[in-house]
C-alpha cells in the first residue's frame, strides 16, 4: 500500500525543471521529484549515521576504504561467476 499523498507548490531553477520534466517519462514529474528528495534523504540519513560512527571510533581511512572496495569486488565477481572461484573461472 503506498503512502497517500498530498499536493505541494515548490520552486525550482526553470533549467533543472525542464531537464526533471524531459527525463520523468510515463510517471510523470511529481514521481520524478519525489524519488529524487527521498534519495536524498537517504544520503543525508547516511551521512548522519556516519558522522556518528566517526564519533564514536574515528574516522575511516582511505586505505579502509579501498580494502571495502576490493572485497565488494571480489564478492560481485563471484555471484556473477567470473572471480577466481565462480564457475566460469578455469
Known amino acids: 500500500m ?4 498530498q499536493k505541494y ?3 525550482m531553477p526553470r533549467d533543472i525543471a525542464e531537464a526533471a520534466r524531459a527525463r520523468s517519462g510515463p510517471s510523470g514529474l511529481s514521481a520524478y521529484v519525489a524519488a529524487a528528495v ?5 544520503r543525508d540519513d547516511l ?3 556516519i558522522a556518528v560512527a566517526e564519533a564514536e571510533h574515528g574516522p575511516v581511512t582511505d586505505e579502509e576504504i579501498q580494502a571495502r572496495r576490493e572485497q565488494l569486488r571480489r564478492a560481485r565477481e563471484q555471484q556473477d561467476g567470473t572471480g577466481p572461484t ?3 573461472a578455469a
Open 47 to 49: 551521512n548522519e549515521l
Open 86 to 88: 565462480g564457475a566460469s
Open 38 to 42: 527521498a534519495r536524498q534523504i537517504e
Open 2 to 5: 503506498t503512502e497517500p499523498t
Open 9 to 11: 507548490s515548490i520552486s
